[in-house]
């Protein structure tokens, strides 16, 4: 005698980035579907970050017979779910549990081509439920198809940043960029996991980072000059940005000069302002 066992979605978490999605000034969000579905193509969130669940969440997870499974865009968890109904869980979850992931950066880089102000002190949280020591502006996580794009709206206070990481194992508590913390009942219906009667609901929660945009500075070390776009420019990993001489900077540069877009690698903040340097 055989029997298959079964598993329900129980949610998913997407993030995207738009310094790998956009090409050039043409935005993901503004791209044709098969357009999209070209650049996710060579998307992988492993190129910048690296998301596993905490030592506490992964216990919970055998607890609740359910499965952490990564994907190129995120990462999903499964739960085991009765032969009789595949809403329904096998073994009975408690609405207020909670499941923590971490987010911690594998490209050095991150904070060059990303639209944040970055902090040792604090923590970006994403989450369906306040935390108490957080003010009533608190913005909870977007839904996949939310037109939001992660802000540092989402860095949370030091108080709680201290909460948070205290309850990290000592192993856990270096370098943490972020926290996704997701119970199965939020404080919005919109973010719930299951439904009042417990059955899944199987949100996609999204995480979207948008690109950084600087102003592009051309350094000519030979004649001694220095100019700088009028305004400031997206940074992309693909595409191309046009240079126009006459009309990108003050006063206008010669319409034959060439004008290369900048990598990621030399950018500088003055003021509130970010540079990126290009050396002609």
Do not use: C
């Not at 503004?30 to 999209?36: R, V």
């Not at 004649?223 to 700088?228: R, S, V």
């Not at 000069?257 to 003055?270: A, D, F, G, L």
Request: proline content about 5%; glycine content about 4%.
């Amino acid at each position: 005698m055989s029997f298959a066992v079964t598993y329900g979605l129980l949610f998913e978490v997407t993030l995207l980035h738009n310094y790998f999605l956009n090409s050039g000034e043409e935005t993901f969000a503004s791209m044709s579907t098969s357009g999209k579905q070209k650049m996710l193509q060579s998307f992988n969130t492993d190129s910048f970050a690296a998301i596993t669940p905490t030592l506490e969440t992964n216990t919970v997870l055998k607890n609740y017979k359910m499965v952490y499974k990564k994907t190129k865009t995120g990462f999903s968890v499964y739960i085991k779910v009765k032969e009789t109904d595949e809403l329904d869980p096998f073994i009975k979850v408690p609405k207020d549990l909670n499941l923590n992931f971490l987010i911690k950066l594998n490209d050095y880089q991150f904070e060059n081509y990303t639209n944040l102000d970055f902090t040792s002190t604090q923590v970006y949280l994403f989450s369906n439920v306040k935390p108490l020591t957080e003010p009533v502006s608190f913005e909870y996580i977007p839904k996949i198809n939310d037109n939001k794009l992660i802000s540092n709206t989402y860095l949370v206070s030091e108080e709680t940043t201290a909460h948070l990481i205290s309850i990290l194992q000592p192993s856990e508590q270096q370098n943490v960029f972020g926290l996704i913390s997701l119970t199965l009942q939020g404080d919005n219906s919109s973010g719930n996991i299951v439904n009042n009667s417990e059955k899944l609901l199987s949100p996609n929660f999204k995480i979207h980072f948008d690109n950084r945009k600087t102003l592009w500075k051309y350094i000519n070390r030979k004649a001694g000059t220095e100019i700088k776009t009028n305004a400031a420019k997206p940074l992309t990993q693909s595409g191309f940005v046009e240079i126009d001489p006459l009309t990108d900077f003050t006063p206008s540069q010669p319409a034959e000069n060439q004008y290369p877009n900048p990598s990621v690698k030399s950018i500088t903040k003055i003021n509130s302002d970010y540079y990126s340097e290009i050396f002609i």
